[in-house]
């Protein structure tokens, strides 16, 4: 059984950081059924002839994700730089995790990079900080590059998603379908000769391939910038290496094979 030091440093790191109330509820077992109705509460304000309820079926505007769906895809290339890129981010709302989330995590690293990385979406440490890996995977990415002569000033590295998951969560396809062209817009702007993508989302994501990262890794393909066409290769996430680093090994083949690509 965990202690109470290591139930409260699981909690932080799954992003539970209040109480809802001092007493403990269980919320598993079902309240008994009460066989009196209580009573309405009266209304602030009524109408004489309320409006019928429409359903929702009836309605022809999209949902709500469709629509900052193609808010998105419509706002994000006409950013002409970087900084105004990261301006419509945050006045963007059409993403819910911007609610949630303490700060935008924009990009870290050189802008005139000939590499990119690209993550999925920030955790505790990068929503604190406001840059992108910079918690123990951060740590990890920085070694990997060091393994290969870059560093942050070498390279430019941002996510998919700006913006945390609670609980550091899974963002939700809508989420990514929605932050995708920023990431887009995002990578033609900084226009590197290679681009990198850590992870299975992320590769599935920018590079739109079906098979899991195990198939995909390793492998050059082209990706379109909209005004070329550059060197993009999936591999491993530090996150992931973190949990299985027997393939670290794997890794460090396709960071050879980067290396080579960026001397020529």
């Keep these: 059984m965990p202690n109470a030091r290591e139930l409260l440093a699981f909690y932080l790191e ?8 001092e007493t403990p509820v269980n919320r598993l077992v079902e309240e008994p059924a009460s066989e009196e ?4 509460k009266p209304a602030l304000f009524r109408t004489a002839n309320p409006p019928p309820v429409v359903p929702a079926s009836a309605h022809s505007a999209p949902a709500a994700p469709d629509a900052a769906i193609m808010s998105a895809r419509e ?20 993403c819910a995790l911007k609610s949630t989330a303490t700060r935008l995590v924009f990009a870290d690293g050189n802008p ?15 929503d604190l900080e406001g840059l992108p890996f910079v918690g123990r995977s ?12 870059l560093d942050r000033t070498k390279v430019y590295i941002a996510n998919i998603i700006p913006w945390r998951p609670p609980g550091n969560r899974d963002p939700s396809p809508q989420e990514t379908q929605i932050c995708l062209p920023f990431i887009r817009r995002q990578i033609a702007l900084v226009d590197p000769d290679v681009l990198v993508c850590l992870g299975k989302p992320s ?28 060197k993009a290769m999936a591999t491993f996430h530090p996150a992931y290496l973190l949990r299985q680093p027997i393939y670290k090994r794997l890794t460090w083949q396709d960071l050879r094979a980067v290396q080579k690509a960026l001397q020529g």
């Design 14 to 21: 799954a992003g539970v950081d209040c109480a809802l109330s």
């Design 37 to 40: 109705r209580p009573a309405a």
């Design 75 to 94: 706002i994000a290339p006409r950013a002409a730089s970087l900084q105004e890129l990261r301006e419509l981010l945050e006045r963007f709302d059409g």
């Design 112 to 126: 005139e990079a000939k590499i990119m990385f690209v993550g999925e979406a920030p955790g505790r440490d990068e």
């Design 138 to 149: 951060g740590k990890l990415l920085d070694l990997m590059m060091a393994a290969i002569g």
């Design 203 to 230: 590769s599935q994501a920018v590079l739109d391939l079906k098979d899991g990262i195990m198939k995909t890794r390793g492998k050059w393909i082209d990706y379109d910038t909209g005004t070329r066409k550059i």
